[in-house]
């Protein structure tokens, strides 16, 4: 079965440093990935996905993910934290080409 | 673009009602809309597949008679949960697809907490 695991309940991070929230997957045949950002009280936002070519994927917002399959990893990135990034990510993996299995979800804290 | 709207954003009702929330697809035509379940502090869980014209696809565990699902339109999908208990208190979450486009790309609205006392 498809799932996604994300192992952080929550990062914390100071602004201007990097992060990195983290995604690992399993799933049979090519892997459809996609990280969503959740802001208090609203539904979820894009951020970006992979479905083929680059391992290195750019998204909204300035956040960046690596694909790596010998890893099974989706890792999320950016390299300069802001205090406003502060919010619930959430890992997906597509299955059956038309529902997403979600991760649990990482609250990701940005201190000034 | 691609923009979806939940109505109403927040509801509280009593014990033993029913309560319809509506998705809209405001700019696109949507074949398939989905609806997820949030609990507090948990990730999304797939309620339903719905597909304009017909019946919807429920997940494993999800009472089809407790969540009604109709999908009347290309622009509109409603969940009415029936005889409401707190036990349904949740934020519920839909998305929909654009009929033509990305086949994975799914656009959500912004949610609707529901209270239930």
């Known amino acids: 079965a498809q799932s996604v695991a994300q192992p952080e309940d929550q990062v914390n991070v100071a602004e201007g440093n990097p992060l990195t929230v983290k995604c690992t997957y399993s799933?049979?045949?090519?892997?459809?990935l996609f990280w969503y950002v959740q802001y208090p009280n609203r539904g979820l936002q894009f951020l970006l996905k992979?479905?083929?070519?680059?391992?290195l994927v750019k998204g909204s917002y300035g956040f960046e993910a690596e694909f790596n399959k010998s890893q099974t990893s989706f890792h999320l990135k950016k390299p300069s934290a802001l205090v406003s990034d502060s919010a619930l990510y959430f890992c997906?993996?597509?299955?059956?080409?038309?529902?997403?299995?979600f991760g649990t979800g990482t609250r990701l804290q940005v201190f000034p | 673009g691609a923009v979806v709207s939940q109505h109403p954003s927040w509801v509280i009702c009593k014990s033993g009602t029913s309560v319809k929330i509506e998705c809209r697809s405001l700019?696109?035509?949507?074949?398939?809309m989905f609806w997820y379940r949030q609990f507090p502090k948990q990730s999304l869980m797939l309620m339903a597949t719905?597909?304009?014209?017909?019946?919807?696809?429920?997940e494993q565990g999800v009472e089809k008679d407790k969540f009604l699902i109709n999908h009347a339109s290309l622009t509109l999908s409603t969940l009415t949960v029936t005889s409401a208990h707190p036990e349904d208190s949740s934020f519920y979450i839909c998305?929909?697809?654009?009929?033509?486009?990305?086949?994975?790309?799914?656009?959500f609205g912004p949610g609707t907490r529901l209270t239930v006392l």
């Open positions: 997906a993996v597509l299955h059956n080409t038309d529902k997403l299995i």
């Open positions: 799933v049979s045949g090519n892997p459809y």
């Open positions: 719905s597909n304009e014209g017909s019946k919807a696809t429920y």
């Open positions: 998305s929909a697809t654009i009929a033509g486009g990305p086949w994975n790309e799914q656009f």
């Open positions: 700019d696109f035509q949507a074949t398939t």
């Open positions: 992979y479905i083929t070519g680059d391992n």
